[in-house]
């Protein structure tokens, strides 16, 4: 065995199982301890502070200057006595992962000691050093202010010795440089105009709130293999290598008893996780070898966003003290499936009513089939934007393999649901005043839907956005994913069109004098057949739907670049722009980050994957190569020439298709290392993207199936790397 696979092999023997004291009390005892929330703030702040800060987290106002300073000296007292030193403004650059500066507590004292001081102002507002931030040309790189701001609706909390607030991350001239701030505003928008339509119901109802629920997928990878290959600590991913003999082809991984090493790791990822407020339900194994998943309760979206933020580090820094690294790119390794993380969404009034559950009247019914109804429309008119929202490196990997719902935009309610929307269709009369008697009849019907749903049909997990009984569930989102960025268009994408619902049903009202349900229905109606074409219940993987689906007009958009062009089509600017949530400039830049992230991260894939190539794979290769060299002048020297040519047969032949491997992938790796420097000439970063994508990405699955067949022919002794029997079925 090579030097590299056997350390990596015998540090695993050698291993010791990791004790972690965990806590022997009911988790209810300790959950949310190290969260700042509202029980901690009525302990340690005014009833005035305490009102103020609550208000600002309800309505969205301002911190009063005059209570911050209160609330800053409660929050620091509290962190103290949870063995805080520091405090950070926690943020979401536009990297995708989370940001933090750290800055001690403590100030120098007049009598030349030190104090602990945390004022009002260091709490609100900080100025952070931007310059090393992706900006996307909205400021330039020698400009470093860049401006942090508490968000008071996610509470404060301690991680390790530091005080993390979590804040919106702005430029100079105020524009958004992070995710939270246009997530903030998509929910306050869809809250205005869902409280909108739900005053049509219940004139009770003044807010809705978006609940998320995530469900995170990942692998863990023993850490001795991880460190042995560079292709996956380099770039997430393994360039070369395939699946072994056994892989998922049993299932037998698949919800299967956890190994006690991973459920070691696994209750310490939910102890931390329960100390910080993250409301862990689940835990099992996946259907790969090695990969597990997890999920947590319905949260408020805002909270949802920040907690999965704050689960993707702690997951991968437990993992690391049991041994393990995490793997959370969406495709890690070939010929398994990869990895997703499903957004299960919602709408919740602050009467307690969850606006995509049916209920016990033909009013309340009334109420669901229009929020469903509007939102399958909202993701019909904005699905390639919604396809735009999820499209970066690792995801392309992952959509549309057979384990992933494809790069087709579709929507599934079931057979029962779409049978009655169908009806709906033909049975309301947009021309003429429906009769009491019809109205009564389709009321009843409405009426009935809970029944209908009792016996809806089984959950398609081909479709990338499937209605899964009270919720919509967008499977298509990336497990690295910050999924603040698919929830900014979806919640945008349906409080536009609750919007337009309400415009068109009041003109409805006014010009044709007929009553609220009947002017409701006409509009579901018309909003059904505008939007049909996106509703599919079939199999998502299969040919016919993707021939299908061209023949509706729906768009099958595989490039990332190409994705990413809805960001900036003027369908969009309407949208976003319009309404406040992100400006032409601040989409420019956004477009800008993706474009140069998804070539920087093909830069980098294409030159681990040449050095891998030649500096390692090509040398083994040859080497085993003379080897055989050796083994036949020895039979040649033995054997007489008429046994000579049948006793070498194998290894003549060896040589040569050894040798016909070593040529192709250098060849490749030349003319893409060659792409590659025609690439990085262009200017535009747009076209640099699509060289990228359409001239060095193409020579990675020939110089990958060239090395995968080397790996079944070189003596397994020799091979330099771990190969996946390794990788994957180690516990």
Not at 34 to 59: G, P, T, W
Request: glycine residues 4%.
């Amino acid at each position: 065995m090579s030097t590299i696979r056997f350390k990596a092999t015998e540090e695993i023997m050698n291993r010791r199982p990791v004790h972690v004291e965990l806590p022997s009390v009911k988790t209810s005892r300790y959950f949310g301890e190290n969260v700042f929330d509202s029980q901690k703030m009525q302990e340690y702040l005014s009833k005035e502070a305490y009102e103020n800060v609550l208000e600002a987290i309800d309505r969205g106002v301002k911190i009063d200057r005059k209570y911050a300073n209160q609330v800053a000296s409660g929050m620091k007292a509290w962190a103290l006595e949870r063995g805080a030193t520091h405090y950070t403004h926690w943020f979401h650059p536009l990297t995708g992962t989370t940001a933090e500066k750290h800055d001690a507590f403590f100030e120098p004292a007049e009598n030349g000691g030190i104090i602990e001081n945390f004022q009002g102002d260091m709490l609100v507002q900080q100025e952070s050093d931007a310059s090393s931030f992706p900006s996307g040309g909205l400021r330039n790189t020698f400009e470093a202010r860049g401006y942090t701001a508490w968000d008071p609706s996610s509470p404060a909390f301690v991680y390790g010795r530091t005080l993390c607030i979590p804040t919106i991350f702005v430029s100079y001239n105020g524009e958004a440089l992070d995710y939270k701030t246009p997530l903030i505003k998509s929910l306050n928008y869809i809250d205005q105009k869902a409280s909108e339509v739900c005053q049509y119901f219940d004139k009770n109802v003044s807010k809705v709130n978006i609940t998320l629920g995530w469900e995170q997928e990942y692998f863990l990878v023993d850490e001795s293999y991880y460190n042995a290959r560079p292709d996956l600590y380099l770039t997430g991913r393994t360039l070369i290598g395939n699946a072994s003999a056994k892989d998922q082809q049993l299932s037998d991984h698949y919800f299967g008893s956890l190994t006690e090493r991973v459920q070691n790791f696994m209750r310490e990822l939910e102890v931390e996780a329960y100390r910080l407020g993250i409301p862990m339900k689940t835990r099992h194994n996946e259907v790969a070898p090695n990969q597990f998943e997890c999920a947590p309760r319905f949260e408020e979206a805002n909270l949802s966003v920040d907690h999965n933020q704050m689960l993707m580090t702690i997951i991968q820094k437990i993992a690391k003290k049991h041994h393990f690294r995490a793997l959370l790119h969406e495709k890690p390794f070939k010929g398994i499936n990869g990895s997703g993380k499903h957004n299960n969404w919602s709408l919740l009034t602050d009467t307690g009513v969850n606006l995509l559950a049916p209920g016990k009247t033909p009013k309340s019914n009334l109420q669901f089939l229009t929020f469903l109804v509007t939102i399958i429309r909202a993701v019909y008119e904005h699905a390639d934007l919604l396809r735009a929202s999820i499209a970066f490196t690792g995801n392309e990997h992952r959509l549309g393999a057979n384990e992933a719902p494809p790069s087709i935009i579709s929507v599934f309610i079931g057979t029962k649901l779409t049978k009655m929307l169908d009806e709906l269709e033909q049975r309301v009369d947009d021309t003429t005043k429906m009769t009491p008697e019809e109205k009564s009849e389709l009321k009843l019907d409405i009426g009935k839907i809970p029944e209908i749903l009792l016996d809806n049909t089984d959950r398609n997990r081909t479709s990338p956005f499937a209605f899964t009984g009270n919720r919509f569930e967008f499977r298509a989102v990336g497990s690295s994913a910050n999924i603040a960025s698919p929830m900014i268009i979806l919640n945008t994408a349906v409080a536009d069109q609750l919007a337009k619902f309400k415009k068109e049903t009041d003109q409805l009202i006014k010009a044709n004098n007929i009553k609220k349900d009947e002017a409701i229905l006409r509009v579901i109606k018309q909003y059904i057949i505008e939007s049909k074409n996106i509703r599919f219940e079939g199999d998502g993987y299969s040919q016919s739907w993707i021939e299908e689906a061209a023949r509706r007009g729906l768009t099958n958009i595989s490039s990332i670049p190409g994705s990413l062009e809805a960001l900036l089509c003027p369908k969009t600017l309407d949208l976003l722009r319009s309404n406040n949530i992100l400006s032409e400039r601040e989409l420019k830049a956004r477009q800008e980050i993706s474009l140069e992230t998804f070539t920087k991260k093909k830069q980098i894939e294409a030159r681990v994957l040449g050095d891998l190539a030649m500096n390692h794979i090509i040398p083994t290769a040859l080497k085993y190569q003379n080897t055989l060299l050796q083994n036949i002048q020895g039979l040649k020297a033995v054997y007489p020439p008429e046994q000579f040519k049948a006793m070498a047969h194998h290894q003549l032949d060896t040589i040569e298709k050894i040798a016909r491997h070593v040529n192709t992938i250098r060849e490749n790796v030349v003319e893409m290392i060659n792409q590659r420097k025609k690439a990085n000439q262009l200017e535009n970063m747009k076209d640099m993207a699509y060289g990228y994508e359409q001239q060095v990405t193409s020579y990675f699955p020939t110089i990958r199936y060239h090395i995968d067949k080397l790996e079944m022919i070189v003596d397994d002794e020799i091979w330099p790397f771990p190969k996946y029997r390794e990788i994957l079925f180690t516990r």
